[in-house]
């Protein structure tokens, strides 16, 4: 899968699997939108990580998001 220069929006991306899942995807050519309820948890800091808090189980939440994108 080649997902050099595309546009990821990960949840859950403060912990467990989410997190591991951005620490890999940090390393290609890509920009990601990290989403989580608890941005900071994420302590990955890098050029093409975009952090966002969000808890998508709440509609204006994931309206925000949306509109974030």
Known sequence: MDIDGKNIVLT???SGIGL???RRLS?????I???ARTI???DLHR???MRYRCDVSVTDHLDG????I
Do not use: P, Q
Request: overall charge negative.
């Open 27 to 31: 390393e290609f050519d890509c920009r």
């Open 47 to 49: 050029d093409n990580v």
């Open 33 to 35: 939108i990290a989403a």
């Open 20 to 22: 591991e899942l951005l």
């Open 65 to 68: 998001l949306f509109e974030f």
């Open 12 to 14: 859950g991306a403060s």
């Open 40 to 42: 900071d948890r994420i």
